[in-house]
């Protein structure tokens, strides 16, 4: 976590992993999970830091999660909506895993 957010925040390229290929794998993951993460990592961010860079950490934040939902929940065959619930098995069919 430290080399992600040391990647994100200060373009270090510490972090070399693959965060969308670790999240889905979680077959319990839901929108409404990324949505919590979210409300409490900004609320952590406001304990923690100033305004200002607690805003910079909440933008980057958002746009991950935003990133992270496309990559799990996207339904081509559902007119791109979002799907509530991840479906690890028909992922896996799709993808031939
Ligand atoms: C409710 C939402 C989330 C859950 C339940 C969750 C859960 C997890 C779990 C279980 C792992 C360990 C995976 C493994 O080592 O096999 C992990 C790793 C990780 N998560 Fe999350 N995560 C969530 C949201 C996020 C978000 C929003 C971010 C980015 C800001 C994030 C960044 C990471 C990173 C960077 C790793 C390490 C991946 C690696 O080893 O390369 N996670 N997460």
Known sequence: MYAI?????????RYEGNPVAKHLVIESMQQRSFERWLASFDETCGELFDDRLSKAFCVKAAHIVKSLKLALFYRPDQNGHLSQQYDLRRHRQLHQM
């Open 5 to 13: 957010w040391s990647s994100v925040m200060r373009t270090s390229e």
